[in-house]
């Protein structure tokens, strides 16, 4: 069965500041991943995806991503935090093939301070 | 285009109540999925239907059920509500539920029991 950890519930950091938000995941073969934003009272987003290929994906507002197989890691990263990124952070992962069924982490809460 | 709409976007009901939650995808969107999100278990997936069919169930007792129209709009059905029942539930849309396909997500029905 596949699974999703997000080690980290809550992150704070500076505004203008460097973010990490760790991802690991169970799966049997190389699976499709995700991460997704959260704002208050809102649905979630899609920031970025993984299927295959460059193992650093690009996303919206900025976010990017390394999948890294040796580690079952799919790490968020921005370079330079704004106010406005303050949100729940999830990670997901998909079977591959198929329908999306998707599992997800249980997120991780990002706090900037101004 | 207009997003993904959910109708309440609030409701209170008391326990052994049904409630029925609407979702209405974006415009070509064939797949329509539902998610529950609690504090407790964080995202789970309820089900997902494509051309008026169920195709894929999650792990939720038989008193969760949904349908989907021919223009591709959804309901989602609680029987005999529980005080656990109480949670955002999402819907979210994609092309054809692929695992490849991008899913937008409606802002959410909140819903709390009493």
Redesign the interface.
Known sequence: AQSVTQPDIHITVSEGASLELRCNYSYGATP?LFWYVQSP??????LL?Y?SGDTLVQGIKGFEAEFKRSQSSFNLRKPSVHWSDAAEY?CAV??????????????TSLIVHP | KAGVTQTPRYLIKTRGQQVTLSCSPISGHRSVSWYQQTPGQGLQFLFEYFSETQRNKGNFPGRFSGRQFSNSRSEMNVSTLELGDSALYLCASSLAGQVTDTQYFGPGTRLTVL
Do not use: E, N, V, W
């Open positions: 499709y009272g809102q649905g979630l987003q899609l995806k299927f999830f998909g079977a591959t093939g198929g329908s999306y069924i998707p599992t997800f982490g249980r997120g």
